[in-house]
């Protein structure tokens, strides 16, 4: 069978587009390192039309499909198995093409190979916005993998996840069918909204291939603060105070734990303390408006009227001087990776309730590992905390990661169980979190997340093994 399915893809897409053996391995493994399957062939199909054929091949020959875009998965949903199951790769980058850009709509018709960056520039240059906040990985995503896992990033406090920036989808369904979507209506109560079944599904529902994007005025005026607070209870408390003194104008507001600073300042180049003395906990925060009016010295007076809790703060208005705090905010997770592997938790919970799940999952888990290195930073805009753990030594690192996950795991979600929260707020499910998350979720909601997957893909050949 393998050698009629290589046959007919080279028929389909090109023998150049397909990939075996060697050639094909750096697309099953995935970006922190963790995962690595085998795949009968990565195919490169170069419009819907090509993805629908290829799907439609695989559905007949009983093969299953791996959906790729970028392949920055933090959860191994963009790779094969490595339990043996015929997979194919589907990689989605040759369908980079901007389709469309309505500057009166404020919308933006885009393939789903196309780079989160490029998205940015389109945008920009029509002198609209695309806030999906990933500027980290965005020359690197593709728009078409950040709608499969429902991405987050920086500006959800301010625009929403991935899922609020879309208005229609084009999907390829798991029989090869063409679901057009495509609609550019802000207002459209027919019924089922199905382009959000396919929304952080992972692909396993259907191959997104192409989606109507929302654009929004792009900002003239910014002001950026670094903020040295006494703790997280403060940092939330703070947000509370400028959301009522500076409205929707806040488009970030990130925590960032010293355990990340130290991290970043060794392992990446040309970066600096903000302050003239080290502190615990830093946020930086962001202004930003459509009328070219100065915001530094509103963002001043508010954080001059929040009282006790900042140790220190710094406001600008300079592009390049805020970019130097973005700076360290953008590389924890490459500083961290360059310390080796750590056992990641990218959790959610309400924002009210952050500082809490910070102190009590960190008491739980040195209690149980005394001297444990913990990450804390993220999102505390939206309740988000990517809440990282590892030993400092890397000799130990490994073996700790090896014999402990299941229970730091274990510690750490049971904090955010008992809060209220997810075990997953932006990176999704994948291979990593599929038997987590049926301690977290409830018996009906598993029946009816599996009751969708059998109504659309009843052979289970999309994406298997991810997400149910």
């Known amino acids: ?204 529902l259907g191959i997104i291939t192409a989606a109507v994007l929302k654009l929004f005025p792009r900002p003239q005026a910014v002001a950026t603060a670094c903020i040295a607070v006494r703790d997280p209870a403060t940092a939330v408390a703070l947000l509370a105070h400028l959301r009522a003194a500076c409205g929707d104008k806040i488009s970030g507001f990130e925590i960032i734990s010293r355990s990340c600073l130290d991290l970043v300042f060794k392992n990446i180049q040309d970066t600096h303390e903000p302050f003239a003395r080290p502190h615990e906990w830093i946020v930086i925060t962001q202004l930003s408006d459509v009328l070219a009016t100065p915001l530094d010295t509103a963002l001043r007076a508010a954080l001059q009227a929040f009282g006790d809790g900042i140790l220190e703060s710094s406001v600008t208005a300079d592009k390049h001087h805020a970019e130097r705090w973005w700076k360290l905010r953008k590389n924890i997770s490459d500083a961290q990776k360059i310390e080796g592997l750590s056992i990641k938790h990218d959790i959610s919970v309400p924002i009210s309730r952050v500082a809490e799940f910070i102190a009590q999952a960190s008491a739980d888990l040195r209690a149980a590992y005394p001297g444990i290195r913990i990450v804390a930073f993220g999102h505390i805009g939206d309740g988000n905390i990517h809440y990282n753990a590892s030993l400092f030594d890397a000799a130990q690192n490994a073996a700790f990661i090896a014999q402990h996950e299941p229970e730091v795991n274990r510690i750490v979600y049971e904090v955010v169980a008992r809060l209220d929260g997810s075990i997953s707020a932006e990176h999704g499910l994948g291979q990593l979190k599929r038997e987590e998350i049926t301690h977290y979720k409830s018996g009906l909601e598993l029946e009816l997340m599996r009751n969708v997957k059998q109504a659309l893909d009843p052979r289970g050949l999309m994406n298997p093994g991810k997400v149910i």
């Not at 965005?138 to 899922?163: D, F, K, M, Q």
Request: aromatic content about 4%.
């Open 1 to 204: 069978m393998s050698h009629e399915l290589i046959s007919r893809l080279a028929d389909i897409v090109g023998q150049s587009h397909v990939l075996t053996g060697a050639a094909a391995e750096p697309h099953c493994r995935d970006w922190r390192g963790r995962y690595a399957g085998d795949a009968l062939a990565v195919v490169f199909p170069a419009d819907t039309q090509q993805v629908s054929a290829v799907v439609a091949l695989c559905a007949s020959l009983r093969v299953a499909i791996v959906p790729q875009g970028g392949n920055t998965s933090l959860c191994g949903a963009s790779v094969p198995l490595a339990d043996g199951t015929p997979q194919l790769v589907l990689n989605l980058s040759r369908l980079n093409r901007i389709r469309d850009v309505d500057a009166t709509d404020y919308t933006m018709t885009v393939e789903a190979g196309c780079k989160l960056a490029a998205l940015y520039e389109a945008a920009d240059q029509a002198g609209r916005l695309f806030p999906l906040g990933l500027t980290a990985i965005a020359p690197h995503c593709e728009i078409g993998g950040n709608l499969s896992t429902n991405a987050g990033g920086i500006g959800v406090l301010r625009y929403g996840n991935a899922r609020d920036l879309v208005l229609g989808l084009e999907v390829v369904l798991p029989d090869g069918r063409i679901w057009n979507g495509l609609r550019r209506l802000r207002k459209d109560n027919t019924g089922y909204d199905l382009k959000h079944l396919f929304i952080g599904a992972e692909g396993t």
